[in-house]
């Protein structure tokens, strides 16, 4: 899900930089200006669907959704959390504010993978050598080229804890998951004294034949965004 | 060989920071065009000589370095890294670690981009390293999902390109599957028509011992080269089918404990099965190997008798305990201390009365329980998982390659060590090596995504390798 994919490389960095970013702008905007929880509920499904859409051209749409799961997990767990403390009288907040937290938070993630699908690293590189950072720009480079083997590592870690503690201590996983961080950043290291630490970035794009395409979806988006305030909803 | 010697090793003594001598005094001289096996245990010091040879040692581990590493008559310690780099290229035991960008083909570009400054020198350098290894067809794939032998492939080729006098082997076979292990030796044949100079750190050799020019075996932090007397005991036929049973096991075909049937599983909803109509039987005593190549679905199929995947299609019965160990050995453990790692493991499953056991099993193996279970070499971590099995009396036990990190001789101790235990042992292997052993009640293949009964195949005898290895590096006795 945090992979680049060159699917959509007829598009400018600018009109892929702004197609993922304004999702989380928009995001955020939303949780400040609705004026009602429908509103924000009508509008953060406008948003993730957009995401979706993004999501869709640069991947099979089963496997984004498939990728969405663990977060939709964790959505719902925090969701249950919620209702019982409501139930049962505890401090909570109104049971109805929580659809739009969980709607926020799958978002949120899908809209942060984007900015990974849809920018290569090279692009960071550039982007972020441009604003003068570039110790962050290779610490960044580092992250992401270790993200699928940590999340395999996550996942054997997972299956072998639970079955030695029988499903009794999960958090025990962060341990062995920190050793192999440690190692890996030791390794990484190795490799950049010996290769050279990434340094080729790409030529930035302003504008490219296809970005009219994208930009009308965007906009489409920000006009019903603003719309909806004035339906009688 | 022209222009002797390329690298030149005098009297090194190499410690961490704390720690003891772990080289004490090693020489060693490579010629140009020479390649060089350098054998050795766990721990022996191997990855610390291929350290202080690239100048990793002092540079990164912050060791004390004494004595002189000359690459092409200048000292490694007088190089800057950039000069350092572009002379010697290391290939690690971990592939992986090396590229930055996702395709294949963009890491081994940018690289020459940033050796040669210009896109049209960068591009012959970069076509000509392509070509020289024929990963042509990788260069469009991520690096995270090629396997193991096709990414120390590409590694070689992003070495190539800044053209390095030369090339250090890192246990390049861990990890590799039989077909891995062909490429690499394929790929070390082309090494060789290029006229390249290369070391090789390996405890997994015997595959390599035709292609190199001299063997050394580091034993007690120095070098010792193998006599011809030792190599030559190598004619005995490396293939052959064991005859015998040592089994201890008994199997009791009236007790099921899991029944796999016509299991489906693919990860991707719209993919392809990676396993298509599984069936087996695990029976109370059963001793049962998987072999298939890397890719073929055989940690799936662990995790699927183990209960943490479930079937597209299908069904699984499952009346047993079950542990798990899976092939990254350290993935294991989660305490700061082994004797914390007996108590917690025993607590957690109700049986701290038993405690006493598994602190006995430790003892057995001379470990240390004050001792972090991280500071254990590969050998010792699958070792003390096995022998926590048995004593926690665990019905199923399932390994995932663990013979991968172990010497020969490791892996025949593993072997009488599963042999020993009353749990019901799934192995899941990627090499023959193993499967000559009598030892095991059902061999499998797993290919294409069906799992088929397997006859014993002919493979190389861990027993002659075991041997070979004390030949080599003078050890007595078994």
Known sequence: MFTYSKRLEDYSTLARFLAASTTIALLLATRFLSRSITIEVVRLILIFSFELYLASRVREARGVLAGLKLILAFTVIGSLVFFLSHLLGWLAPNPIEVIPGALRLVAFFLGLSLLFQLISLREWRSLMNMLGLKKQALALSMVMSQMPTTLYNLSEATTTIKLKYKGKRPYKIVVPLALMSFLTSRGLAESYLIYGAPTVTARLTTHKKMDAYLYLLLAILVIGIALIDVMPL | ?478
Request: charged share 25%; aromatic share 8%; proline share 3%.
């Open chain 2, 1 to 478: 060989m022209k222009d002797c010697p390329v690298l030149e090793v005098v009297d090194l003594w190499v410690r961490y920071p704390y720690g003891d001598w772990v080289l004490r005094g090693v020489d060693l001289r490579v010629c140009r065009g020479e390649r060089v096996l350098i054998i050795g245990e766990t721990g022996s010091g191997k990855t610390t000589l291929a350290r202080a040879i690239t100048g990793l040692a002092k540079t990164i581990y912050e060791c004390d370095v004494r004595g002189r590493v000359l690459l092409n008559g200048v000292d490694v310690s007088e190089k800057g890294h950039e000069i350092l780099a572009q002379s010697v290229a290391l290939i690690g035991q971990n592939p992986y670690l090396y590229f930055v960008e996702p395709l294949v083909g963009d890491d081994i570009y940018d690289y020459a981009l940033k050796v040669y400054g210009d896109e049209q020198s960068a591009r012959n350098a970069f076509d000509k390293a392509l070509d020289s290894t024929g990963v042509r067809g990788l260069t469009q794939r991520y690096f995270f999902e090629i396997s193991g032998g096709e990414a120390r492939r590409a590694l070689v080729t992003k070495a190539l390109v800044s053209n390095p006098s030369l090339f250090v082997f890192d246990e390049p076979l861990m990890w590799l599957d039989d077909r891995g292990v062909e490429d690499f030796v394929k790929l070390f044949e082309v090494l060789k028509g290029l006229e390249r100079t290369a070391i090789i750190f390996e405890h997994r050799f015997v595959p390599l011992l035709r292609h190199v020019d001299k063997v050394y075996a580091l034993k007690r932090g120095k070098l010792i080269e193998a006599t011809d007397r030792a190599l030559s005991t190598f004619e005995i036929p490396s293939r052959q089918r064991l005859h015998g049973s040592c089994l201890e096991k008994k199997v009791n075909s009236e007790d099921l404990l899991i029944e796999v049937r016509d299991v489906y599983f693919k990860y991707d909803i719209k993919g392809d099965y990676l396993l298509k109509g599984v069936n087996m039987q695990l029976h109370r005593g059963d001793a049962v190997m998987i072999y298939g190549l890397n890719g073929q679905g055989k940690t799936t199929l662990l995790k699927i008798l183990a209960g943490h995947l479930k079937p597209n299609k299908g069904r699984v019965s499952r009346k047993a305990s079950v542990l798990y160990i899976p092939q990254n050995i350290a993935l294991f453990y989660t305490e700061s201390t082994i004797e914390k790692e007996v108590l917690e493991i025993f607590k957690a499953r109700g049986m701290r009365a038993k405690v006493e056991l598994g602190l006995n099993i430790v003892r057995e193996l001379d470990l240390d329980l004050l001792s972090s279970p991280f500071a254990m070499s590969y050998g010792q971590m699958v070792k003390l998982a096995v022998g926590l099995a048995t004593a926690l009396d665990v019905d199923v036990l399932l390994l995932d390659e663990p013979f991968s990190g172990l010497t020969y001789e490791d892996r025949l101790k593993l072997l009488k060590q599963l042999s020993q235990s009353k749990a019901t042992v799934v192995v899941a292997t990627s090499n023959l090596d193993a499967v000559g052993a009598p030892y095991w009640t059902k061999l499998y293949k797993l290919e294409g995504g069906r799992l088929v009964e397997m006859e014993a195949v002919g493979t190389m005898s861990l027993i002659d390798a075991s041997r070979l290895y004390r030949e080599i590096v003078g050890v007595e006795g078994a």
